[in-house]
């Protein structure tokens, strides 16, 4: 005779009552009080608020920073061309106080003269005037008073004088004329002027 199959019991429950157990309502999971909800929610919201105002004020720093950066940097190349602009001019004006603005300058020596003696002779007529000249510029100056059509004019050389120079007496009235004390007045503005533009740069960088 066949044996039959015996199944063992795991549990000790019969299935009715494994049934029953799975089926029964387990207990209702209750929501948090709304007064934790809202707290949660809260600080939550203000982190996440702190967080973003926290990353803005760093990226305005950082712009502030890289700004003022640049403005620094704009600020030494624009020194650094005007300290090499003026450094490049300064030989120039240098060459040209001594080489053209001499010659300029005695060049404007005959036109001063007869500007001059026109101004005393429409004041008054009746006192002698007498132009004194270097040797060396005399037919110059001869030339531009025909050219100028001034008469009555003594005019005499002096060879003491130095070329670009002149002195000129109308009554108890002398008028001295000097070139080369011009330029060498030309030339000491120059060198003030790189002097206080120097300062200036090395004021500006320090």
């Given at each position: 005779?066949?044996?039959?199959?015996?199944?063992?019991?795991?549990?000790?429950?019969?299935?009715?009552?494994?049934?029953?157990?799975?089926?029964?309502?387990?207990?209702?999971?209750?929501?948090?009080?709304?007064?934790?909800?809202?707290?949660?929610?809260?600080?939550?919201?203000?982190?996440?608020?702190?967080?973003?105002?926290?990353?803005?004020?760093?990226?305005?720093?950082?712009?502030?920073?890289?700004?003022?950066?640049?403005?620094?940097?704009?600020?030494?190349?624009?020194?650094?061309?005007?300290?090499?602009?003026?450094?490049?001019?300064?030989?120039?004006?240098?060459?040209?106080?001594?080489?053209?603005?001499?010659?300029?300058?005695?060049?404007?020596?005959g036109p001063l003269l007869v500007q001059t003696i026109n101004d005393l002779?429409?004041?008054?007529?009746?006192?002698?005037?007498r132009v004194v000249v270097a040797s060396s510029n005399l037919e110059a100056?001869?030339?531009?008073?025909?050219?100028?059509?001034?008469?009555?004019?003594?005019?005499?050389?002096?060879?003491?004088?130095?070329?670009?120079?002149?002195?000129?007496?109308?009554?108890?009235?002398?008028?001295?004329?000097?070139?080369?004390?011009?330029?060498?007045?030309?030339?000491?503005?120059?060198?003030?002027?790189?002097?206080?533009?120097?300062?200036?740069?090395?004021?500006?960088?320090?």
């Amino acid at each position: 005779m066949p044996r039959l199959l015996q199944l063992e019991d795991f549990g000790g429950t019969t299935g009715l009552e494994r049934r029953s157990a799975m089926a029964a309502p387990s207990e209702p999971v209750q929501a948090p009080p709304e007064e934790t909800s809202l707290e949660a929610y809260e600080s939550g919201y203000k982190a996440g608020w702190d967080d973003a105002t926290s990353a803005e004020a760093e990226k305005k720093t950082r712009s502030g920073e890289d700004f003022a950066r640049n403005l620094q940097d704009m600020g030494f190349t624009f020194h650094e061309a005007k300290a090499h602009f003026l450094a490049t001019l300064e030989p120039l004006l240098n060459s040209l106080s001594d080489t053209v603005f001499p010659d300029v300058l005695r060049a404007t020596l005959g036109p001063l003269l007869v500007q001059t003696i026109n101004d005393l002779l429409r004041d008054s007529s009746d006192e002698e005037l007498r132009v004194v000249v270097a040797s060396s510029n005399l037919e110059a100056i001869e030339a531009v008073f025909e050219a100028a059509s001034i008469s009555g004019v003594q005019l005499l050389a002096e060879p003491s004088l130095a070329d670009g120079q002149a002195y000129l007496t109308f009554g108890a009235k002398e008028i001295e004329f000097d070139c080369n004390r011009l330029n060498a007045e030309l030339k000491q503005a120059i060198k003030d002027f790189y002097r206080l533009a120097n300062e200036e740069l090395s004021s500006d960088q320090s």
